[in-house]
């Protein structure tokens, strides 16, 4: 089973797990990180190096509820295959429940080491795909 970034990524977005994943299967909103599940080789090699433990398996009860939102944001976010600059405050967000209701954004990540995926469409990263916020994984 793949793994997937749950909401305690959110604000946080470390990225220590990037540059540990063989395939490349990570990629960037604006405040967080998914993985693509049909690319996770399933070699758990990002969950330990996740600081705040936002990665699990899709088959525990906390992956599948993140599931379908790693999915549906890899489909359009950028692949990032190097750690970017972590956030500021980051520290003070790390364990904050229920960040996903009121902090989510559904804006692709604007790190200057993302790319996207060949045989995308290629479109610029501040366009907006998604509406911000998302009932769906609320």
């Known amino acids: 089973m793949p793994y997937v970034v749950t909401e305690d990524c959110i ?4 990225m220590d797990c990037v540059e540990t994943c063989p395939v490349s299967c990570f990629y960037e909103g604006q405040n967080m990180l998914v993985i693509h599940p049909d690319e996770c080789i399933d070699c758990a090699a990002c969950e330990p190096t996740c600081p705040i433990e936002a990665i ?3 088959d525990t009860a906390a992956g599948a509820k993140w599931a379908e939102l790693n999915r ?9 295959v190097e750690k970017g600059a972590v956030p500021e405050d980051a520290k ?3 364990k904050t429940p229920n960040k996903f209701a009121t902090h989510f954004s559904a804006q692709a990540g604007a790190s200057h080491v993302a790319y996207s995926q060949p045989g995308r469409s290629d479109r610029s990263k501040s366009q907006d795909t998604a509406r911000d916020g998302d009932s769906d994984f609320a």
């Open 11 to 14: 604000k946080c977005k470390y």
């Open 72 to 80: 549906k944001y890899s489909a359009f976010w950028p692949r990032i």
């Open 56 to 58: 699990v398996s899709d």
């Open 92 to 94: 003070q967000w790390e």
